[in-house]
């Protein structure tokens, strides 16, 4: 069970202080764009026809309560995770391995893994990659070990469309705004300005593609030069992609344009030096060389309606874009990968890490992952998995992002035997991170949700390298942590996606226990 680890939090507010804060809360988020296209069960379409409405983004009155210490070190690790996953992307031979696992029984990776071959034997043009990344952690107590205190244990690492960093930054301002105008009684001492720690994740976000963007360099053949932003049509969680853009537009003076997934053969096409030339739809005279393509759609299969959006996505990866992430990152980033550097005694983890002081820090945040096959490992998880009583304490999870593809504890051992035992090494079990107990308030779609929450702190970090290939061929140019994300979901969810219907964009207040 959860444990109690926070004193008595949020503070009831009477009728005309919740007023207060609500009213305020609103009109911040639409003002500053802390918000998202309305649900069709929210504002349905007769409602709104031509898709012109906005509302709240889901999020929370109050910053939620978290350890100072655990703050701290996710954000101690982000650089050495930066390095561990560049390295990984860059190790064609580790992943292939990796992969090979996958192939026969998750059509999806053995595609993706296709594209990667059929550049390979064309041969990649563009030794850049960019890498925005996101590691996710729970704060993890030790039952048996009460004394020793809290520390974030990694949920997961997104190496492909890490999104909520546009939102982020605003939850922190809002969080700020409402505590600058009184709308926090007095008597929560928690909440003040040294413990609200400012989230920069849109300057990081955008720094990091102004940095690959400069990396690139001119056109070569004189066009202006853009970024696209490879996105999926519909999207309801625009803005906190628009934040990004228009950072990379003003700070930057980066030119940029949104980039529909199932348009990239209409609107582009891969000149003679395998260039990335981009024609906007609406001004169909002119042409844009592309020195980045920034993925926010692509990571799930449903996305691929057809072989014209497989042969979309080998466009690009043959192109001189700077892809974010190219296919080899996006692999590096399956939950198997994660899985072999995190099962109890890998020694993977080393072969990217050589610096033992910095290799121990990442150790520290692993909680136990097993493989679902038929090695010694593998065959320990699939008794734990079938077994009712311990599979309570595991999730499952498929090669799958962006949320609703897990299966948690009593829901295992069905699932298994629903599945052909052949499919089960597609799946890896990872032991559930339990953290500490505490309550909030969730505004959602115009209701407020009041009771025990999770919270799941995500930590950005880019990273510029160069892979010339081959064992000394991997060169870091840029690696730097690039602003935090607290999401926080009622604690009957197992799921936290904010965009999946689950959890809220929160910001930290940070405390000393
Ligand atoms: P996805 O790629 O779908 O985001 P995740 O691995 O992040 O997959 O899992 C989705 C959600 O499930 C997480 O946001 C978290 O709320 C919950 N979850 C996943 N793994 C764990 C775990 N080991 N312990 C506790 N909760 C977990
Ligand atoms: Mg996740």
């Known amino acids: 069970m959860a444990t109690q680890l926070y004193p008595e939090y949020p503070p009831d507010l009477n009728e005309a202080e919740q007023t207060y804060l609500l009213s305020n809360l609103k009109d911040w988020s639409i003002a500053h764009g802390l918000a998202v296209r309305p649900t069709a069960s929210y504002v349905s379409a007769e409602t709104d026809p031509s ?27 982000a650089q050495a995770y930066n390095e561990l996953y560049s390295a990984i992307a860059s190790d064609e031979e580790w992943l292939k391995q990796t992969v090979e696992e996958l192939v026969d029984i998750d059509d999806f990776i053995a595609e993706l893994w296709k594209v990667h071959l059929a550049v390979k034997q064309e041969g990649y043009v563009q030794p850049l990659n960019l890498g925005l990344f996101r590691s996710d952690y729970m704060v993890h107590t030790d039952p048996t070990n009460p004394q020793s205190g809290p ?30 105008i009184d709308a926090y009684p007095e008597t929560v001492a928690s909440i003040n300005d040294k413990s609200l720690p400012e989230s920069k994740s849109v300057p990081g976000l955008a720094l990091g593609m102004a940095k690959a963007h400069e990396a690139y360099g001119p056109s070569t053949g004189g066009l202006p030069t853009c970024v696209i932003f490879l996105v999926q049509d519909p999207e309801r969680n625009v803005f906190d992609q628009r934040h990004v853009e228009y950072e990379l537009n003003k700070t930057h003076g980066v030119r940029t344009f949104r980039l529909p997934f199932g348009r990239v ?66 692999l590096a980033g399956t939950k198997k990968a994660q899985q072999v ?4 005694h890998s020694p993977h983890l080393k072969r990217f890490l050589p610096d033992d002081a910095q290799a121990a820090e990442v150790l520290k945040t692993f909680a136990p992952i097993y493989p679902m096959d038929e090695s010694e490992a593998g065959k320990e998880a699939r008794k734990l998995a079938l077994d009712p009583e311990t599979a309570m304490r595991y999730v499952l999870k498929p090669q799958r992002e962006g949320g609703g593809n897990n299966v948690y504890r009593r829901a295992i051992p069905g699932f298994l035997k629903d599945t052909p035992e052949t499919h089960w090494p597609a799946h890896i079990l990872m ?13 959602r779609n115009g209701e407020l949700q009041k009771g025990g929450v999770i919270c799941e702190l995500g930590i950005y970090g880019a990273c510029l390298w160069r892979d010339e290939g081959g064992q000394s061929g991997r060169e870091v140019l840029e690696n730097f942590e690039a602003g935090y994300l607290l999401r926080t979901k009622g604690s009957g969810s197992e799921e936290g996606g904010v965009a999946a219907g689950f959890g809220s964009v929160d910001s930290a207040c940070l405390v000393d226990v």
């Open 51 to 77: 898709g012109a409405l906005a509302t709240t983004a889901p999020v929370t009155l109050f910053p939620s309560l978290f350890p100072r210490v655990c703050f701290e070190q996710a954000k101690s690790v």
């Open 151 to 180: 520390c974030v244990k990694q949920v997961e690492f997104n190496t492909i469309a890490s999104s909520f960093g546009g939102l982020s930054s605003h939850v922190f301002g809002l969080h700020k705004h409402l505590l600058a």
């Open 265 to 330: 053969l209409e609107d582009t096409k891969v000149d003679s030096d395998r260039k990335l030339i981009y024609t906007p739809p609406h001004a169909p005279s002119k042409q844009f060389e592309v020195t980045l393509v920034y993925f926010r759609a692509g990571y799930s299969p449903d996305e691929y309606h057809s072989q014209r959006d497989w042969d979309g996505r080998l466009q690009i990866e043959r192109s001189a874009a700077i892809k974010c992430p190219s296919v080899l990152t996006q």
């Open 341 to 344: 550097l995190a099962t109890p």
């Open 431 to 443: 032991e559930m991170i339990e953290p500490p107990a505490q309550d909030n308030v969730i505004f």
